[in-house]
């Protein structure tokens, strides 16, 4: 017997309530609160969808890590 969690989990890739998108990057990527962002004028980038190569232009030009929250 499998415990509920472990069931729930596989049935739907999380536990709890669906997470909430909370807003969508430059690229129109969906992002969670909690996730890694690079902040730059008034545009974000989800980090986890950018090449090192685009990472470290945008943190050339003065873009700030910072992480999504409501």
């Not at 890739?13 to 430059?26: A, N, R, S, T």
């Not at 090192?52 to 890590?65: F, H, N």
Request: proline fraction near 3%; glycine fraction near 8%; charged fraction near 35%.
């Amino acid at each position: 017997m499998e415990h509920p969690h472990i069931t729930e989990y596989n049935q739907k890739g999380y536990l709890g309530k669906e997470p909430e998108v909370i807003g969508y990057d430059f690229f129109g990527n969906e992002y969670y609160e909690g996730e890694e962002l690079l902040k730059l004028d008034d545009e974000v980038f989800l980090l986890e969808n950018l090449s090192s190569e685009a990472k470290e232009i945008l943190v050339y030009w003065g873009a700030k890590r910072v992480e999504a929250r409501k």
